[in-house]
């Protein structure tokens, strides 16, 4: 847009034309000065945007200058006395031509142009008696002198000037381009691109050329045109370039323009939009780091108004052609993380936090954990607990709650048990119940009770347990036990010999002290390999009825007196005997008890006539308990060894009587058993015990009528 015309100059340029046709006429063509109009091309300012963010730009004057000289305001032809009768084509001469300079500071250079001030074309005389018509497009020199087609025509012969292509061509060569006349469409002649060098200009000349014949009237022919240089704007393009191959939306189109002569320019001021990703402004120089952050060596182009470096400044050294680069910063937020614990008895830990995640807007946030021995609230065990946030659009804290493992507590009742049940806080369900569920590691309480007449044993299963109320720490699997109970027994061994019922007694007592109801003596008893023994001689004196109310006989039996003295060796085996001594000569510190003939240990049942082998069925023990068979001494041998004095049986070395002397007091120990035969020599072959002091224990044979000792047995 033309606004401002600057350094008009008034001398004028003259193109002559002489002619003459050498016979009546001088013709003269002269032309009227040629005015040379010098301007500058200035935008207006940009109008500013009405958003607040908005890139404007701000139009300043151009320090650019144009400059002409000239040597020659006109151009003429003379072409007198030089016609012929086919027509005469002449061009100016050097000399006759218009020479000038044009000189600019200008870096896009100017394009100088010639214009006239109507579209007529022709030379005409100043009474307009005459005229000379304008070539009609550009004509080789050759066809302009030697065509008479081209009679009464004229054209300029500039130094430069544009084709229509757009090719500057010099026009100084041996067959030049004559332009038609100027209109008033401005024909270029020339087109710089840049400013001049120092203290150089730029030399132009316009010559004529015209062929006439004698049809042209002779005389003085005259035309004025005008020319004008106008500085070249300085041409840019700008290209918005989104900077990434993701979709961008108001992405601005490229702003271009070859009519820009500010030095700043004004911004696109469409603010792009990127899925997840805010937009920072535009730069120069944009770089991405690893982490796809960008960053801007370059100038930064701020869209939010803060108010620096909001527009783009032209380099006046340089065309600009600029691409601008999005910067984008990626719309992130915070994935927070946290866990806790259930503790073994069911109450909450406090949370644990874990390293943040940085997320893209849209993303999603997944949160696992996985902790031996915990699982989410209804999974299997040791199951990873997971969560998730998808399509974020801001910080979210993803929390887990990992509840510990569960296992099975199952109680079943054994004998004699009324109820069981599972307590205490690792209980996570079925609290008081015979099965429960517990948590890893929690502590319970199992406990049991009993059916009347029923005692308490054991717990056995997954462990053994002697508490009727247990407790059970640190459970880290399934638990089965069962309670156990037995009916309720004797703890402790009382009463007399012949009311004592082993049946009832607890598993544990294997011992104690019985009385015996026929004279109130007191005896101790001990279970030896499933039998209940005398662990004491017996000590029942004479001269007493044994009757089967209280005695191991069918019918009344009276025990012989006591005696010391016994009857000497051949004395009819028929005859009981009790031998009583207060001897402590057994060894025992203690009375040695009494002793008894075989007849009285069998309640006489056994005499020397019996030639028969058999075993006794009656003898003088209490009620319930008999004397051992050999089965039993030889069962007690093999239970405690040969060593009794030191087992359970508490050997007594109450040696034994025969006649009246006591042999082996204090070294042996011998005992009736149940076994007879008759042989002679008044031999008994009888079961007894001999315990040589921790040397021996055999089963032998003895004579009947000695006097030994009586341990009895239970009877099963």
């Known amino acids: 847009m033309l606004n401002k015309i600057f350094n008009h100059v008034s001398d004028d340029f003259c193109f002559y034309i002489r002619r003459s ?8 063509v002269s032309f009227s000065s040629l005015v040379l109009l010098l301007a500058v091309l200035l935008n207006p300012p940009m109008p500013e945007f009405e958003r607040a963010n908005a890139l404007t730009g701000v139009a300043v004057a151009a320090d650019t200058s144009i400059s002409i ?3 020659d305001a006109s151009a003429s032809i003379d072409l007198t006395n030089k016609i012929s009768s086919a027509g005469s084509f002449m061009a100016s001469a050097d000399e006759e031509s218009i020479n000038f300079s044009l000189n600019t500071n200008n870096y896009t250079g100017y ?10 074309g022709s030379l005409t005389t100043s009474d307009n008696s005459g005229s000379l018509a304008s070539v009609s497009s550009i004509t080789a ?7 008479r087609n081209y009679n009464g025509k004229w054209g300029l012969k500039p130094s430069k000037y544009v084709t229509d292509e757009g090719d500057i061509i010099t026009n100084n060569s041996e067959d030049p381009v004559y332009l038609p006349s100027p209109t008033t469409t401005p024909t270029v002649l020339d087109k710089t691109t840049a400013a001049n060098e120092s203290n150089m200009s730029n030399d132009y000349a316009i010559a004529l050329g015209a062929r006439v014949d004698w049809s042209v009237q002779p005389g003085a022919y005259s035309r004025t045109f005008s020319l004008v240089a106008l500085a070249n704007p300085a041409p840019y393009s700008i290209v918005y370039d989104k900077n990434t191959n993701d979709n961008v939306a108001n992405l601005p189109a490229a702003q271009v323009s070859d009519s820009m002569t500010e030095t700043n320019i004004s911004l696109s001021n469409s603010i792009p939009t990127r899925e997840h990703y805010s937009f920072l402004g535009w730069c120069s120089v944009a770089t991405t780091n690893s982490n796809g952050v960008d960053s801007c060596s370059g100038t930064i182009y701020n869209p939010n108004g803060d108010g620096t470096n909001l527009t783009y400044g032209i380099d006046q050294t340089t065309t600009n052609n600029t691409r601008l680069y999005a910067m984008w910063e990626m719309i992130v937020f915070a994935c927070n993380k946290q866990y806790r614990l259930e503790n073994a008895d069911g109450s909450w830990g406090e949370y644990q936090t874990e390293t943040p995640e940085t997320i893209i807007q849209g993303g999603t946030c997944n949160y696992s954990k996985q902790i031996n021995n915990y699982k989410s609230q209804n999974g299997a065990n040791d199951l990873a607990v997971s969560t998730s946030v998808s399509n974020m659009s801001e910080d979210v804290t993803l929390s887990l709650d990992l509840y510990r493992n569960n296992y099975t507590v199952s109680l079943t009742k054994g004998t004699g048990v009324y109820s069981v049940a599972v307590t205490g806080s690792g209980v996570k369900s079925g609290y008081g119940t015979d099965t429960a569920i517990i948590r890893h590691d ?4 199992i406990t049991a009770s009993m059916n009347s007449g029923y005692d308490w044993v054991n717990w056995t299963g997954s462990a053994t347990y002697t508490g009727q109320s247990q407790v059970v720490s640190n459970t880290t699997g399934n638990l089965a036990f069962t309670a156990n109970g037995v009916k309720s027994c004797i703890r402790s061994i009382s009463g007399t010999m012949q009311a004592f019922d082993p049946s009832g007694l607890c598993s544990n007592v294997t011992s104690g002290t019985l009385t015996d109801s026929r004279d109130s003596k007191s005896y101790t008893v001990a279970k030896i390999d499933g039998k209940w023994w005398m662990t004491k001689n017996l000590d029942l004196s004479g001269n007493r009825v044994l009757t089967p109310s209280t005695s191991n006989v069918t019918s009344n039996y009276t025990l012989p007196p006591s005696k010391i003295s016994s009857p000497g060796f051949g004395e009819s085996g028929s005859v009981a005997h009790v031998y009583n001594s207060n001897s402590t000569t057994c060894g025992s510190g203690s009375p040695c008890y009494s002793y008894y003939s075989f007849t009285a240990a069998t309640a006489g049942t056994v005499l020397a006539s019996s030639a028969v082998t058999g075993d006794a069925t009656q003898d003088i023990c209490p ?27 508490k050997t007594v070395y109450s040696g034994y009587y025969a006649g009246t002397t006591l042999f082996d007091g204090g070294s042996a120990g011998t005992y009736w058993g149940t076994r007879y035969s008759y042989q002679s020599s008044n031999k008994m072959k009888l079961g007894w015990f001999l315990n040589s002091k921790d040397s021996s224990a055999v089963v032998n044979g003895m004579h009947r009528y000695h006097g030994r000792s009586i341990r009895c047995i239970l009877k099963t």
Do not use: H, Q
């Not at 046709?21 to 003269?28: D, E, T």
């Not at 394009?111 to 109507?118: G, K, M, P, R, Y």
């Not at 020199?141 to 065509?147: G, L, P, Q, T």
């Not at 051992?628 to 049986?649: E, I, Q, W």
């Open 21 to 28: 046709n050498g016979l009546n006429r001088l013709a003269f």
């Open 69 to 71: 000289t000239s040597t």
């Open 111 to 120: 394009t100088l142009s010639i214009v006239a001030n109507d579209d007529e």
């Open 141 to 147: 020199a050759s066809d302009f002198s030697n065509n």
């Open 442 to 445: 929690g502590e319970v309480i």
């Open 623 to 649: 009620k319930g308990w008999k004397l051992p068979s050999s089965n039993d001494f030889n069962s007690l041998v093999n239970s405690a060894g040969t060593k009794l004095a030191s087992s359970a049986f």
